[in-house]
């Protein structure tokens, strides 16, 4: 998906605790109007994306999730989903400042 037009974007929690890299056109797959699971599924299965997300630790995630106030402590125990969630989130950070860098450009 990286094209000569395409920047790999940074990424970090609120806290800085978790960092990840996407490129901006994978951020662009994660994060779009209607439903984005069954995208940012596929892009979970991207292995740059893959294991960036596979060497954080479970805890840590749900923690930083937790802090977003969205979910309650059994929806935080579902590991899977909440790599799903964290994905989706950073794709959507990164959209919002690529957006607003476009607007003051």
């Known amino acids: 998906m990286n094209t000569n037009q395409d920047y790999l974007r940074w990424w970090s929690t609120g806290s800085g ?15 779009h109007q209607g439903d984005c699971l069954n995208d940012v599924q596929e892009l979970l299965t991207v ?3 893959y294991k960036q997300l596979d060497a954080l630790d479970s805890d840590l995630i749900a923690a930083e999730l937790g802090e977003y106030g969205a979910w309650d402590d059994e929806e935080l125990s ?11 989130i950073a794709c959507g950070d990164i959209q919002d400042e690529y957006f607003d860098r476009e607007v003051t450009a």
Do not use: C, K, M, V
């Open 17 to 31: 605790r978790i960092e990840l890299q996407l490129w901006q056109s994978d951020s662009e797959t994660g994060h």
């Open 47 to 49: 292995p740059y994306i």
């Open 78 to 88: 579902d590991h899977s989903a909440n790599l799903e969630r964290l994905l989706w």
